[in-house]
């Protein structure tokens, strides 16, 4: 199977530990993740061949982004090298109804600094069959922006499969445009959309709709007005989430192909370990199920549901539930009974 | 707006991590604590003005209390030094079924052997507005006792608003005399009681009440017996804690002003990170509300509620929760989302 | 009270914290345990006088199982020493529906290789009044095996009362003989068995069986047929475990005399800390309980069941609830309210 | 005694543990420390009345930081708040001949954004005797120099003793000027200048001098170079260091007052626990001396060099050595015998 | 070979890590230790028969202590339960030319508080060969100096050979009594005594002496007047240390058999791990080799010494160093080359 | 330049922290290393293109060993799956004068019971150029023998530069065979050879040497019989190491081309953080020093003594010293001084 190419930025993670608030911490977990680093990493890890593309300072704590990246199995042949910071994100994780918390610290990174023209796209593409790029890269920077544009132009040339995970952050989108002077241009070349229909309203310049995400009909007429508006998309899906507390959600899917919406079951996680990535999980899942279950939609969104409440249970950014697990869960089984 | 002066006992605490009990645990977490210094320390988070009041060794664990004192932003102008050590108490943290566990070993401390007339409390009153004690300070020793009984009539005749916690800790008390033999003396100065009513009504030697707390006409009847006592007491106040486990509390609160009941709605946690300190912080939240919305009962009941919910989640004695998320729980939204 | 025997082998546990995934683990928790010596350190907690047999290698990671042995108050004068390693589990801590994961690494070890005929049973019988052991042991190699049927045969002689937890383990039996080929031989010299009738009736060669562990009469039935092929069996005793997720369990226990079936009330563990060894304490309570209440059989399935819901709260292999902690919830109060 | 003021950048260090590389770290210590806050603490923990004048963005990092400020014990009256981040440096510590690795992640920081006219130097002067700044303001933005310039005018006006620590990094000074350009017009302003005698003719545009620091005769012409060029500087002093390795090294120190250079004693210090921010406690010695001290130059040159070697002893960038134990130390009892 | 008994307090130990001073640890080691404990420990870790005697309080933080005593290897059949509290200290562990700190909180331990008359020293001697104390015990409380007196007579009447450590902490000593006035009624009953010569004159009432412990002849002329004085004696010993800085120190030591002086060469310590009880390493040692090698007093003295030095690598109050290692080094190999 | 093929053994390493004993830890740091993997490694931290093949079992501990050679972007395209556990080495870290512990728990690994004829060579060497193995491989099993003799003889018939660590190990050759019967066989097939005299004259049968490594003519004559047993051999090299204690080694090395002995200076480690890997450090830097400096023998012994005296102070068995911190040491700079 041909390569799944991502692209985005990735972060120095800096993480309390046992709940404590930013100020308790004596120190602080560093890992490293970001959205589309993410789902490269999903996919690695499904045994899939990956590929991801970012621009990382060339200094020790780039060098220690290379080294996670190469650990996950991504591959890292085109990633640019320069620029003064890698982005940071601090998290505080939260516990019952106490919110976790996420400090950017992002701004002038490597990422945000790449200029147009800096990459090859036409060799990075060369063996590839998907491009996956999310709303979190146009909203860092207007150079990110145009960079994210020349990838998705050149990925839908080449004809390969292009998703987009809208991934709305109200504390970017700080460089002087909105979302719906970029985002329209970008989806434009993308076939598959994640994310809730508020955000994808929003970020179109749409008027926002609060649908009742349990009538299918309704579901569809609203995602059916994005169709018209995206003619080359193939699919829109999100995540169904529901919080109880941070410590406690309910998590579902859907995926509408133009004519049906499936449906995976709600799940109950408790407790969440860890919730940040569990929607690049799902995106990873969903991408996994298209390729190899492209005739069962159904199995496509039960993995992808799966693997984003599996997410929940691990630390850190990325998903390192494996095949087996995944299918497990998919298939009902949920009772984490002692495997020995 | 002027100063809230509180007065007490300040702890090293030792505490094992993850669950441990204690002859697990090759490491113990070091913190500070103590309820009167942690109902300052949440005043000052709130941005009030306080001061603490305390006795404490001059060695370097009396100099590691007095720093983290000053960490949290409260006054250390009028403390006292002398004696020969700090306090301690143990904490094993339980889970499920297996309760917490604390061992004091605070005999013989810096607090318990404190002079009548060692404190200047009319410099300490100067610019202050309120003052707060609890029940653990005439516990742990005659000399404790006796000096909160130089504070508490110093501030009554000030002027100032008097509030006592009652923390009735039947592993205190061992000098010879009991709480009914102490507490009425003290109550008499004060304006503010928390606490419930089996413990109010034992500490003044009154007989063993066990009401239902959801019916208001018998609380305020009880309530009244009390009020008819301490002639000055304008407020009564207690949590409500439903213990379904060590994990899992349902925690609410109730404001009796010599008319009303006032009652916050129910709200449940799970999973507790840390329940020591959350009657303090209920106690905190109490003040700020009386003080900032004289007028609205309701509202600062809610407040002191949701004070104390949010301190659950937090690690440590003193309850850390910002303004902005107690007021964002006590309006309702318990979700705990992501802040990004 | 004469001193109670066990034996079987002890491991080095290597687990993850904080449910990390092996692969993400940076440092391991480095404990020991193993079923029946969790059962003698459970017993020895309550106070019992008990004695370990093992055989342990002479290096230093031998030498720290001993000194873990000694810890516990288990007596440690017949442990054998020779062989080249001690056996290994890693185990990887759940969470919600992600099951906890164990990764035996134990062939080869010294007691793997434990030879017929090293360890004389009559003098460490001496002073006793009960033997345990369990499945694993025959599981692990032909030699163990056959030293476990030296033991049973010497503890049956003498006329010790014999206990067997059955504790099947499918990743075990590898050395060329399945369980029902050996646990007959074993079993017929036991007294007591604990395990669930499907472990049961599979390692007896029996036809497997999935009754209603709701229905006395057909539990009693199926027993039976056990009680008759194994004459000298008094007692067929298992825990109850519905398993919601790896995070919450509920847990019960029966325990059948030949005439009657007692069940305990069915608690609720949420969150589970570690539920590895809580087999075994039900197991050290049901020989506890045994040993104290006679007659009292309910008592017994009551604490036992107990003792088994406590582990899941406590880190590591060994039950470190004391009696008070068990009785108080044995009858009934799982409120888990701080003592102070 | 008067207040003494610092200004300039409080960072949050990340630093790794146990000697490990940044590409090992699976967790940072995270801590807080700046020259001028270090300054300021040193000299609050001689007890000392400090003010800490800097710029913190209000987010979470920077209430840390606050927090830790006044752990201190330090003044924080006149901080200003706002901008987008706290500046960072990441810390690896070298041991042996592995050099310690700084990283700094300021750019763009609260401080260095900076803008004049918005402190009141007048009001911070107030109840002020000494105004410390140090060649790192100045180096990290245009704006910064500004409102340097701005205090050292303002404090130089109102008859302070300024003093100025060199503190040359090449890894700063990125916005368009160089050192001298900006120094040479804030030294004029100052009365005590710390460094050695290379960065302070470098940064004063002066022909490069690699001098005999152990002749007096040589260094005191070339200070009196310095002298002419600043007619208001009183004293001219240094650190002097030699670097065995990473994990040893030699300190002394000289202090030169236009007549005579006086010297303390070269002392060992192996193993070195962490060197970053031992200028700093130079620095603060030297404060602390000239104004206890201010007949006895060569005390105050003792009690600086060994504020500087004990805080090598001492984890993080604040030197918290006591006054009795620098005084013992300066008086030439450096057995490190124990306490007890 | 017989049991050796030791006699004394053990404390709940509380070191911060890496160097950290007090105030800025977020957590504290929490091991166990205490002179006398150690010397059983020393001598169960070389395999000999030993036992324990002390008081420790029925709470869970005496119940560690006990496993402590137990995972050692020492007996603990004679220990007494009851009091309010387990004795602590705090230890910082300092580097270079900053010693470490110990905090002593044992005052109203349950051992200061063991009564005469509440141990059966007949019981406690049989099958024992030597008892041994140290001058911590008398220097705790009168009731433990009475309680010591009751020890050492009852040990003299029944045959053992009793050896004291003079272990002089001017911290402690605080209930009224000085040295002189107890420890001469207590040496008198000893066979063995431990201790620089400067200790022992002045815990005997004897004028300073402040000899060249170079000179054989000197020393031997000084250590006779205290064999005049306590005409049971037949060995008198001590280390020799010199302290070249918290980090790095020489070790050696000296044995008088009233005839000759034996002499360890002086050894190298660097870096230093853990230096607290390595007095209590060195009178380990001495007793094993008074009691293995009767006739070789250069051989006792040189594994004395070489335990003393190994100690200073080890973490914790307890010589873990194993027979093996201690020989090794005594025939002089100090290379540390890695066993592999 | 084409790639530099490694082949043996990756094990799990378990080490305790902070100079613990093994019997004091409660957790392990856990990394993985071995000899070949660790060349390997350093040599694609210079930047160069590699290949490590071993076999590796499919469970979790070995998939982990997988992420951490890709994370030292080493290829891992020829890696066998198969056998039942990862090899694992206990490691306890000595200081001063207390030796590091290495316990080894490897037999019966995946890479012991690799079977000749599963690795094809000849797809491996494509675009290579040199081949790397150790005396350790030889020593686990007769399986591992073999298949390192089809490894050399394969490398050696294609051409490419064959290089040997003997790196005897006296706990390994367990296997039946002794080291003189295996070795010569092998080192037949190299060009390359590392290691003292002393291992290199005992595994190949002949009669110890004891020679002065001061002396040149004594040293060339050594060899020389070296060279004459295996006539392609180019170059025998070792490091010089004395070690002074545990915490401080003095390190040089030697390397001679049948003409000349080329020596590097002696440089001085103290303290050292970790010298597990030091040899294979050396030897990373000899193969780089070899490719890059064919003509300046000096250099490259220069840069192998370098690289094998930074890996002292990093944990862990792998160089993480980058090119520029080795030149930069090799050329005579080890003042260690901060770089910021």
New interface residues.
Partial sequence: MKKVITFGEILLR?ST???????????????FGGGEFNVAASLANYGMDTEFITRLPM???G??AL??I????VGTNHILYGG??LG?Y?L?T????????????R??SAMAEIETGSIDWESVFRDAQCFHWSGVTPAISANAAAVCLEAVKAAHHIGLTVSADLNY?S?LWKYGKEPKEIMPGLLKYSHIIVGDLDSAFFMCGKEKEDPDYNDDAILGKLYDTLFQSFPDLKFATTTLRY??????QLIGGILYDRNTVYRSII???????D??GSGDAFMGGLIYGLLHYPDDHQKTIDFASAAC??K?????DVN??SLD?INQ?ASGD???????
Avoid: W
């Avoid at 939260?94 to 610290?105: E, H, L, P, T």
């Avoid at 919080?243 to 406690?248: N, V």
């Fill in positions: 800096l530990e046992r709940h404590l608030r930013f100020s308790q911490a004596a120190n602080l977990n560093a890992t200094n020790d704590i060098k220690a080294r996670e190469r650990k996950a199995g003064e910071r940071i601090f505080e939260g516990a019952s109804m106490r919110g976790s918390k996420v400090i950017y610290d701004a002038h952050r504390k919080s109880i507390s941070a410590s406690h799940k109950e996680v408790d407790p969440v370990v919730r940040v409440c599996l929940h249970t691990i630390s850190g390192l539930a697990e869960l949920s009772s984490g009974k002692v495997s020995r």
